[in-house]
C-alpha cells in the first residue's frame, strides 16, 4: 500500500493529502494555476487572432466580386493591419500576395490592392 504523503497546494498553499505526484487541492486549483501560468501567451495570441480575423473581416467585405481593386486608404479607414496576415504566396513573377485565411491581396502600387480570394486549399 502507497505512503500518503502530506504536500502544499501549488495554487492556493492548502495542505493537500494524497499521491506522492499530487499538487493541487482540486480541480479547480489546478486550472486556476495554469490559466495563470499562461495568460499573458493566451492574451497575446487572442489579441493576434482578433487582428487576424478583423483582416480577414474587411478583406471580405471589400471584395464582394471574389477579386476587386481598392486603396491601401480606404482599407486602412476600415481597420485594416497591413503588419498582419496568415500566409503569402509568391508568383514565379515575383508577386507577392498576403492572406489572411481565404481572403487575400496583392499590392499593386504604391496606393492600391487587389484583393481576391483563394480557392485551392490543398
Given amino acids: 500500500?502507497?505512503?500518503?504523503?502530506?504536500?502544499?497546494?501549488?495554487?492556493?498553499?492548502?495542505?493537500?493529502?494524497?499521491?506522492?505526484?499530487?499538487?493541487?487541492?482540486?480541480?479547480?486549483?489546478?486550472?486556476?494555476?495554469?490559466?495563470?501560468?499562461?495568460?499573458?501567451?493566451?492574451?497575446?495570441?487572442?489579441?493576434?487572432?482578433?487582428?487576424?480575423?478583423?483582416?480577414?473581416?474587411?478583406?471580405?467585405?471589400?471584395?464582394?466580386?471574389g477579386k476587386s481593386r481598392v486603396s491601401k486608404a480606404r482599407m486602412s479607414e476600415k481597420g485594416f493591419d497591413f503588419n498582419y496576415h496568415t500566409s503569402t504566396y509568391t508568383t514565379k513573377e515575383g508577386a507577392q500576395y498576403f492572406y489572411c485565411y481565404d481572403q487575400g491581396y496583392l499590392p499593386v502600387d504604391q496606393n492600391h490592392c487587389l484583393l481576391v480570394v483563394k480557392r485551392d486549399f490543398s
Fill in 1 to 65: 500500500m502507497p505512503t500518503l504523503v502530506e504536500k502544499n497546494c501549488q495554487e492556493c498553499g492548502e495542505k493537500i493529502l494524497g499521491r506522492a505526484d499530487k499538487k493541487y487541492c482540486s480541480d479547480q486549483c489546478r486550472i486556476s494555476f495554469n490559466n495563470r501560468l499562461n495568460s499573458d501567451e493566451t492574451s497575446l495570441m487572442r489579441n493576434i487572432n482578433n487582428i487576424l480575423r478583423k483582416n480577414r473581416r474587411i478583406l471580405q467585405e471589400l471584395n464582394k466580386t
